[in-house]
């Protein structure tokens, strides 16, 4: 039972046994090395990411290099809320001491990401360290329980660089809305918000508000658009009018707010005007190259008039239309208008849901696809869907045990060279035939190792295992082989670099993390995985491995584009550049980052690596010689390492990197 204020006593003697054992914790001696940062060089923490990460992973907490600037860590939570990792309580209070004790001593630190789990239990400590952190700029934290609320208000009132705070699912949480004013108002380093699930009622809302006039720092915002109709008509407007700071405006709608709150947006973007009048200025703009609207606030013949005009405009890039699934059934006169007007390459009109036909299969506004319908049907449009090499992303649900379906689905598969994001749902039970099944599983996991194009992979196992647990388990053993097959074959893709992959029954969880882990290590292609659903012990040690070779090869290549963009040129981004050259995935992670293609980025690598190319570069770089490589003169007249030309020097290069000289420091280079 909670106390009068709001405490939990379970919550607090846990916290208060967390305290007193963190003191006495084997890593304190062993792991918590002291912080080592300068502004030329890393921490130590970098050099045992894999050791440490190893702990917090039972709190399911990562720590981190940030992609975007060298020398900065960030703690973060990679909980999913489908997913459970069985573990003893011990773990995880190891792990939460080794996570609080990193924020009280590593100035490094910038970036925290608190998952709800985490919050509740470990509120109160957690917070007390924020409340005295100096170098936390960037805090995203998800509240939902009142019981903590009040900790986390004094935290981030006192947190007095705080440059970027995220709150997610926070709903009409009553505490909030007290401290966040405040926050607003002190913390002149506040440059981006968001609070789009904050909803706020009466005055409240007006506070809010009130306090975003007084603040000058802020450039991006998130907000809920209750926010907006609860503060009045006119006084979010008025925030607008006078603020000269912010760039990005993002809001968050419901059904009963959309209109009012756009429309009242409007008022204080351009004074005096209403709907209607939009067409004027975006018609006009010629600055403007992407451009996000909602579909509501114009008629179909309006929108018609608009695209018209955007055809025409050379500076506009993208148009993005959020259309409610309300208002599909004016989808085909959009998408003639769109193919009539030639804007449809200019326009994306969200997700294609197909149900009954594909008759908007053909218009270039649709790039995801989401095949919602089953059987036969299902069966027929999949044998149309490779002519329409515009689409890039689809979803399909297939009964395992059909097998010319599974067949149709593995052939478009196999065959299409234009699709980089694939949603799979399989799903069954015990009457599908035996032979069918594995037959199944065999062909779709061969079109996924044959495939090319392919760069995230969701897949989800629905299968019906009976009713009791031992029938159940029977089931599950029957279906290993075949999610071996699947996790193999993912595994081997020389193009997934995401990978979303979720089960109802802990053996299919277990099986393929199983198989996927193995050599994992080898995989320089990875850099995202997600997993739903119950991991055990030994399945969560598995996930661990594949967590770290996602973290590895995230690091190599953020490291790799602070070299390119010249923020590092030392021996850590130099190296991680060389690696991602020699691996077709990263290159590609590295051009999407850098909002490019591949032919693009190409290039740019070129230029990095001929820069450390030469012998005196290698060396100077790799710690081997401060300045330049002088050799002692031999008696016998041989060939020393700095009488070697160039091209006998390029030709050792080919095999040789700057991770295989073995680093003469510890301190790693921040450069």
Same mark, same amino acid.
Request: aromatic share 8%; hydrophobic share 40%; proline share 2%.
């Given at each position: 039972?909670?106390?009068?204020?709001?405490?939990?006593?379970?919550?607090?003697?846990? !916290?208060?046994?967390?305290?007193?054992?963190?003191?006495?914790?084997?890593?304190?001696?062993?792991?918590?090395?002291?912080?080592? /940062?300068?502004?030329?060089?890393?921490?130590?923490?970098?050099?045992?990411?894999?050791?440490?990460?190893?702990?917090?992973?039972?709190?399911?907490?990562?720590?981190?290099?940030?992609?975007?600037?060298?020398?900065?860590?960030?703690?973060?939570?990679?909980?999913?809320?489908?997913?459970?990792?069985?573990?003893? !309580?011990?773990?995880?209070?190891?792990?939460?001491?080794?996570?609080?004790?990193?924020?009280?001593?590593?100035?490094?630190?910038?970036?925290?990401?608190?998952?709800?789990?985490?919050?509740?239990?470990?509120?109160?400590?957690?917070?007390?360290?924020?409340?005295?952190?100096?170098?936390?700029? /960037?805090?995203?934290?998800?509240?939902?329980?009142?019981?903590?609320?009040?900790?986390?208000?004094?935290?981030?009132?006192?947190?007095?660089?705080?440059?970027?705070?995220?709150?997610?699912?926070?709903?009409?949480?009553?505490?909030?809305?007290?401290?966040?004013?405040?926050?607003?108002?002190?913390?002149?380093?506040?440059?981006?918000?968001?609070?789009?699930?904050?909803?706020?009622?009466?005055?409240?809302?007006?506070?809010?508000?009130?306090?975003?006039?007084?603040?000058?720092?802020? +450039?991006?915002?998130?907000?809920?658009?209750?926010?907006?109709?609860?503060?009045?008509?006119?006084?979010? /407007?008025?925030? *607008? +009018?006078?603020?000269?700071?912010?760039?990005?405006?993002?809001?968050?709608?419901?059904?009963?707010?959309?209109?009012?709150?756009?429309?009242?947006?409007?008022?204080?973007?351009?004074?005096?005007?209403?709907?209607?009048?939009?067409?004027?200025?975006?018609?006009?703009?010629?600055?403007?190259?992407?451009?996000?609207?909602?579909?509501?606030?114009?008629?179909?013949?309006?929108?018609?008039?608009?695209?018209?005009?955007? !055809?025409?405009?050379?500076?506009?890039?993208?148009?993005?239309?959020?259309?409610?699934?309300?208002?599909?059934?004016?989808?085909?006169?959009?998408?003639?208008?769109?193919?009539?007007?030639?804007?449809?390459?200019?326009?994306?009109?969200?997700?294609?849901?197909?149900?009954?036909?594909?008759?908007?299969?053909?218009?270039?506004?649709?790039?995801?696809?989401?095949?919602?319908?089953?059987?036969?049907?299902?069966?027929?449009?999949?044998?149309?869907?490779?002519?329409?090499?515009?689409?890039?992303?689809?979803?399909?649900?297939?009964?395992?045990?059909?097998?010319?379906?599974?067949?149709?689905?593995?052939?478009?598969?196999?065959?299409?060279?234009?699709?980089?994001?694939?949603?799979?749902?399989?799903?069954?039970?015990?009457?599908?035939?035996?032979?069918?099944?594995?037959?199944?599983? /065999?062909?779709?996991?061969?079109?996924?190792?044959?495939?090319?194009?392919?760069?995230?992979?969701?897949?989800?196992?629905?299968?019906?295992?009976?009713?009791?647990?031992?029938?159940?388990?029977?089931?599950?053993?029957?279906?290993?082989?075949?999610?071996?097959?699947?996790?193999?074959?993912?595994?081997?893709?020389?193009?997934?670099?995401?990978?979303?992959?979720?089960?109802?029954?802990?053996?299919?969880?277990?099986?393929?993390?199983?198989?996927?882990?193995?050599?994992?290590?080898?995989?320089?292609?990875?850099?995202?995985?997600?997993?739903?659903?119950?991991?055990?012990?030994?399945?969560?040690?598995?996930?661990?491995?594949?967590?770290?070779?996602?973290?590895?090869?995230?690091?190599?290549?953020?490291?790799?584009?602070?070299?390119?963009?010249?923020?590092?040129?030392?021996?850590?981004?130099?190296?991680?550049?060389?690696?991602?050259?020699?691996?077709?995935?990263?290159?590609?992670?590295?051009?999407?980052?850098?909002? *490019?293609?591949?032919?693009?980025?190409?290039?740019?690598?070129?230029?990095?690596?001929?820069?450390?190319?030469?012998?005196?570069?290698?060396?100077?770089?790799?710690?081997?010689?401060?300045?330049?490589?002088?050799?002692?003169?031999?008696?016998?007249?041989?060939?020393?390492?700095?009488?070697?030309?160039?091209?006998?020097?390029?030709?050792?290069?080919?095999?040789?990197?700057?991770?295989?000289?073995?680093?003469?420091?510890?301190?790693?280079?921040?450069?």
């Amino acid at each position: 039972m909670a106390r009068a204020d709001g405490s939990d006593p379970a919550m607090t003697e846990r !916290a208060d046994s967390l305290e007193s054992s963190s003191t006495n914790s084997t890593f304190d001696r062993q792991m918590l090395l002291p912080c080592t /940062a300068t502004a030329e060089s890393a921490c130590q923490l970098v050099d045992h990411l894999s050791m440490l990460n190893e702990v917090l992973f039972w709190a399911e907490i990562e720590l981190r290099e940030t992609p975007k600037t060298c020398g900065e860590l960030s703690l973060a939570s990679f909980a999913n809320k489908n997913t459970n990792i069985q573990n003893d !309580a011990g773990k995880t209070s190891r792990a939460i001491s080794l996570f609080l004790s990193l924020l009280k001593a590593h100035a490094c630190i910038y970036h925290v990401k608190i998952h709800y789990d985490v919050l509740v239990a470990y509120g109160r400590p957690i917070c007390d360290v924020l409340k005295c952190s100096h170098s936390v700029r /960037a805090l995203i934290i998800d509240i939902g329980a009142s019981v903590v609320n009040k900790y986390v208000g004094d935290a981030l009132c006192s947190m007095e660089r705080l440059d970027l705070l995220e709150c997610l699912s926070v709903s009409s949480c009553h505490e909030l809305w007290f401290s966040l004013p405040k926050v607003i108002r002190i913390h002149s380093s506040l440059t981006t918000l968001k609070i789009s699930e904050l909803r706020l009622r009466g005055s409240r809302a007006q506070d809010l508000i009130a306090a975003l006039k007084e603040n000058s720092t802020l +450039k991006e915002l998130s907000i809920h658009g209750s926010v907006i109709c609860e503060a009045g008509r006119g006084v979010f /407007a008025d925030y *607008l +009018k006078i603020n000269t700071s912010l760039i990005t405006l993002s809001v968050g709608e419901d059904d009963v707010s959309n209109r009012n709150c756009f429309n009242w947006i409007v008022e204080g973007l351009l004074p005096g005007t209403d709907y209607n009048l939009w067409h004027a200025p975006l018609s006009n703009n010629d600055t403007l190259e992407e451009l996000g609207l909602p579909f509501s606030i114009w008629k179909p013949e309006q929108w018609a008039d608009f695209f018209w005009i955007a !055809a025409r405009k050379a500076n506009l890039k993208r148009i993005n239309v959020f259309v409610h699934v309300t208002a599909h059934r004016k989808l085909p006169t959009l998408c003639k208008v769109l193919k009539e007007s030639g804007a449809e390459e200019k326009v994306l009109l969200g997700t294609y849901f197909v149900r009954h036909d594909v008759d908007l299969m053909y218009s270039k506004a649709f790039s995801d696809v989401d095949m919602f319908c089953f059987g036969d049907r299902l069966g027929q449009f999949v044998c149309l869907l490779q002519p329409f090499t515009h689409i890039t992303s689809i979803r399909f649900t297939i009964r395992i045990g059909n097998l010319p379906l599974a067949s149709s689905v593995a052939s478009y598969i196999q065959a299409t060279t234009s699709l980089q994001k694939l949603r799979l749902t399989l799903y069954g039970d015990e009457s599908d035939p035996e032979e069918n099944t594995d037959t199944s599983w /065999a062909e779709i996991a061969g079109a996924l190792s044959l495939n090319r194009s392919i760069n995230e992979l969701g897949v989800y196992v629905d299968i019906d295992y009976g009713d009791s647990d031992e029938e159940s388990n029977v089931i599950a053993v029957l279906y290993r082989e075949q999610i071996k097959r699947l996790a193999e074959a993912i595994r081997c893709s020389s193009t997934i670099r995401r990978i979303n992959f979720g089960a109802g029954h802990s053996v299919a969880v277990a099986t393929f993390l199983s198989s996927f882990s193995e050599r994992v290590t080898d995989n320089y292609i990875l850099v995202g995985i997600n997993i739903c659903g119950t991991l055990s012990t030994e399945s969560a040690q598995d996930c661990f491995k594949v967590r770290h070779t996602v973290r590895r090869n995230c690091g190599l290549v953020g490291r790799a584009a602070q070299f390119i963009q010249g923020l590092a040129l030392g021996r850590r981004s130099a190296g991680a550049l060389e690696q991602v050259w020699r691996h077709a995935g990263l290159l590609e992670e590295l051009a999407e980052q850098q909002s *490019l293609s591949v032919a693009e980025v190409t290039p740019i690598v070129r230029r990095g690596l001929r820069s450390i190319e030469g012998l005196h570069d290698f060396m100077r770089l790799a710690g081997v010689v401060q300045d330049t490589v002088v050799c002692e003169t031999r008696q016998d007249g041989r060939t020393q390492l700095d009488t070697l030309n160039e091209d006998c020097w390029r030709l050792v290069r080919r095999f040789l990197v700057l991770d295989d000289v073995v680093q003469p420091s510890k301190r790693r280079e921040c450069q």
